[in-house]
């Protein structure tokens, strides 16, 4: 295994693991913790499925080609417009969860130092510190990926071991949150928590460029998907154990998606100052390989859809229209760091499920040869399905 394919396997595992880490324990608190293992393994089989899937398209499409373009040369220009306004909606809700996540924890970071600094501030400052990276291109940010995700993945493991003895069997075996809510409550709890889930393994964003990067090798980049999805499941499992099985749903539950109440309280488990750092640099690098992952494919889309040129004002002017729209949302929107997580699965299921499964029925009839991932039309009518649930979930919990 080369270095560009540790490369994408840490760009695929780092798009997934950000928000979505910080974020599970919050969202699935109150569903107990082995109900909430069963809904990440049931979500991870879907990823892994839909990822093959548009692997299988983007490939038979022609290598180098964006989402853009390849939806475009498949389902015509209106497939292109459902795609693009997904596409969009998605990467831009996924950047403002990250903004708000990121200066969410560095205002905590800057509290021990007497230093206090408003929401605006703190979201102003991580957007243009880490957002400046992705001006510099992609070989950059694999560079910078594969640090930041080893570190994250050395920091995750000192955590995890350190914690794991202080896990509770009374909470870990927790049934469910009848003992905090009514089974009405429960139900829209579950409802709330499916989309959340579905998001956090929403790594497809950056398989068109990844495609691009390893010049269309199916072998390694079906290597690269699978190996980087499963990576985050692993982490998933281990850390809802570890956060719901030493903190307790309730008291998780209680934080209302509060990210700086979660670190603080699993900082407070820790029995050294060196596990509570290590606990707060594993949470900041959770986020910011997120960040990056998803603002590069971000970037990367607006430079193509634009014909943005490869110069230093090209690149200025792809930054600002990348960063400029999310920036203002989480300026005046500071509070919807779990909302907006789960908003981002309704166009994430329109991207990931129905548009490849109606260009997969438009490519395959005209046998043109490659890989395809197995399954054939069960396979996708299961997951048509399953993405219509995972709508039905978030819209009935928004209204």
Same mark, same amino acid.
């Given at each position: 295994?080369?270095?560009?394919?540790?490369?994408?396997?840490?760009?695929?595992?780092?798009?997934?693991?950000?928000?979505?880490?910080?974020?599970?324990?919050?969202?699935?608190?109150?569903?107990?913790?082995?109900?909430?293992?069963?809904?990440?393994?049931?979500?991870?089989? +879907?990823? +892994?499925?839909?990822?093959? %899937?548009?692997?299988?398209?983007?490939?038979?499409?022609?290598?180098?080609?964006?989402?853009?373009?390849?939806?475009?040369?498949?389902?015509?220009?209106?497939?292109?417009?459902?795609?693009?306004?997904?596409?969009?909606?998605?990467?831009?809700?996924?950047?403002?969860?990250?903004?708000?996540?990121?200066?969410?924890?560095?205002?905590?970071?800057?509290?021990?130092?007497?230093?206090?600094?408003?929401?605006?501030?703190?979201? @102003?400052?991580?957007?243009?510190?880490?957002?400046?990276? =992705?001006?510099?291109?992609?070989?950059?940010?694999?560079?910078?990926?594969?640090?930041?995700?080893?570190?994250?993945?050395?920091?995750?493991?000192?955590?995890?071991?350190?914690?794991?003895?202080?896990?509770?069997?009374?909470?870990?075996?927790?049934?469910?949150?009848?003992?905090?809510?009514?089974?009405?409550?429960?139900?829209?709890?579950?409802?709330?928590?499916?989309?959340?889930?579905?998001?956090?393994?929403?790594?497809?964003? #950056?398989?068109?460029?990844?495609?691009?990067?390893?010049?269309?090798?199916?072998?390694?980049?079906?290597?690269?998907?699978?190996?980087?999805? /499963? =990576?985050?499941?692993? #982490?998933?499992?281990?850390?809802?154990?570890?956060?719901?099985?030493?903190?307790?749903?309730?008291?998780?539950?209680?934080?209302?998606?509060?990210?700086?109440?979660?670190?603080?309280?699993?900082?407070?488990?820790?029995?050294?100052?060196? %596990?509570?750092? #290590? =606990?707060?640099?594993?949470?900041?690098?959770?986020?910011? /390989?997120?960040? @990056?992952?998803?603002?590069?494919?971000?970037?990367?889309? +607006?430079?193509? @859809? /634009?014909?943005?040129?490869?110069?230093?004002?090209?690149?200025?002017?792809?930054?600002?229209? /990348?960063?400029?729209?999310?920036?203002? #949302?989480?300026?005046?929107?500071?509070?919807?760091?779990?909302?907006?997580?789960?908003?981002?699965?309704?166009?994430?299921?329109?991207?990931?499920?129905?548009?490849?499964?109606?260009?997969?029925?438009?490519?395959?009839?005209?046998?043109?040869?490659?890989?395809?991932?197995?399954?054939?039309?069960?396979?996708?009518?299961?997951?048509?399905?399953?993405?219509?649930?995972?709508?039905?979930?978030?819209?009935?919990?928004?209204?």
């Amino acid at each position: 295994m080369n270095l560009k394919m540790l490369g994408s396997i840490a760009i695929v595992a780092g798009t997934a693991i950000g928000g979505g880490m910080l974020a599970l324990p919050l969202a699935t608190a109150s569903l107990g913790t082995i109900p909430a293992l069963l809904l990440l393994v049931v979500i991870w089989g +879907i990823s +892994i499925y839909t990822s093959l %899937l548009m692997l299988e398209i983007n490939l038979r499409a022609g290598v180098g080609l964006n989402v853009h373009a390849i939806t475009g040369k498949t389902l015509g220009k209106l497939g292109q417009l459902i795609q693009g306004g997904s596409f969009l909606s998605l990467l831009f809700a996924l950047t403002m969860v990250y903004l708000l996540g990121g200066s969410s924890l560095l205002e905590s970071r800057f509290e021990p130092l007497g230093i206090s600094m408003s929401h605006e501030v703190a979201v @102003l400052l991580f957007t243009v510190f880490f957002g400046g990276f =992705i001006a510099i291109g992609v070989s950059w940010i694999d560079k910078a990926s594969r640090v930041l995700f080893t570190a994250m993945v050395v920091l995750f493991v000192i955590v995890v071991l350190f914690l794991l003895p202080e896990v509770s069997p009374t909470y870990l075996l927790r049934e469910s949150a009848s003992e905090l809510v009514s089974k009405g409550e429960l139900g829209d709890l579950w409802l709330a928590a499916i989309p959340v889930v579905f998001t956090s393994f929403g790594f497809h964003v #950056c398989i068109a460029t990844i495609v691009r990067y390893l010049d269309g090798d199916a072998v390694s980049l079906r290597k690269v998907l699978v190996i980087g999805s /499963t =990576i985050p499941l692993v #982490c998933y499992i281990l850390w809802l154990m570890v956060t719901l099985g030493t903190v307790g749903g309730a008291t998780v539950y209680g934080f209302s998606g509060s990210l700086p109440k979660l670190v603080a309280a699993l900082q407070g488990v820790a029995q050294s100052a060196i %596990l509570q750092q #290590c =606990i707060d640099l594993f949470a900041n690098l959770a986020l910011i /390989t997120s960040f @990056l992952g998803v603002t590069m494919s971000l970037f990367d889309y +607006i430079s193509e @859809l /634009t014909r943005a040129k490869e110069n230093m004002l090209g690149r200025l002017q792809t930054w600002l229209v /990348t960063f400029i729209p999310p920036l203002l #949302c989480a300026l005046y929107y500071p509070d919807g760091f779990i909302q907006l997580l789960g908003f981002a699965a309704i166009p994430l299921v329109v991207m990931i499920v129905f548009l490849p499964i109606a260009m997969a029925l438009v490519q395959r009839p005209q046998k043109l040869g490659g890989y395809q991932v197995r399954g054939g039309k069960a396979a996708l009518t299961l997951s048509g399905i399953l993405g219509l649930v995972i709508i039905a979930a978030q819209l009935w919990i928004a209204l």
